[in-house]
């Protein structure tokens, strides 16, 4: 069966510090894969999906960037963090045949 | 307007209610999801229909394409339903989706 992982779960980070998320789909092979985020109170916004290996697309300009150096691996990072970076990410993925969406468990980041 | 809206924002119920959460669309789709997430963020996939209605134990789904209309309906409900569901569409653009602004319910014992 299909799982996917995304870690670390929680992350407190000071502004100016940088980001690495990770996200790993277990059981599949080149799914689609999405980093979205959640501001508090907010709506699931899109930043990062990616089709295949090395093939990044961006829907949303930050300092936020995205890389797939595996098939079923796919990361979030930043540089230097803002507090507007704070959030829930989601790291999901998605089947080309069923177009089914399975979730990660999330990652909280709170940027001091 | 969003492209996709839902309603109510905020619903409370009493447990065993009847329960119906809309979600209205303006833009053509592939597919429509309806999704649920849980206080402690986590999402999980309720349902990813293209036409007519679906069935999960107490959880029913149903679109109308000429209408641009879902409906998730939740029969017996009860408090561990409680959770911000949430409808997303597939507007045919490469898998990504629009999502609603979600309903948060909450069903009281």
């Known amino acids: 069966s299909q799982t996917i992982h995304q870690w670390p779960a929680t992350l407190v980070q000071p502004v100016g510090s940088p980001l690495s998320l990770e996200c790993t789909v277990e059981g599949t092979s080149n799914p689609n894969l999405y980093w979205y985020r959640q501001a508090a109170g907010r709506g699931l916004q899109l930043l990062f999906y990616s089709v295949g290996i090395g093939q990044i697309s961006s829907e949303v300009p930050q300092n936020l960037s995205a890389s797939r150096p595996q098939d079923r691996q796919f990361i979030l990072s930043s540089k230097k963090l803002l507090l507007s970076d704070s959030g829930f990410y989601l790291c999901a993925w998605s089947s080309d045949f069923t177009g089914e969406l399975f979730f990660g468990e999330g990652s909280r980041l709170t940027v001091l | 307007k969003n492209e996709v809206e839902q309603s109510p924002q905020n619903l409370t119920a009493q447990e065993g209610e009847f329960i119906t959460i809309n979600c209205s669309y303006s833009v053509g789709i592939s597919a429509l999801h309806w999704l649920q997430q849980h206080p402690g963020g986590g999402i999980v996939s309720l349902f990813m229909?293209?036409?007519g209605k679906k069935k999960h134990g107490r959880l029913i789904a149903t679109i109308n394409i000429q209408e641009k209309h879902s409906s998730l309906h939740i029969t017996a409900s009860h408090p561990r339903d409680s959770a911000v569901y949430i409808c997303?569409?597939?507007?045919?653009?490469?898998?990504?989706?629009?999502f609603g602004g979600g309903t948060r319910l909450m069903v009281k014992p």
């Open positions: 997303a569409v597939d507007n045919n653009a490469g898998n990504m989706l629009t």
């Open positions: 229909l293209s036409s």
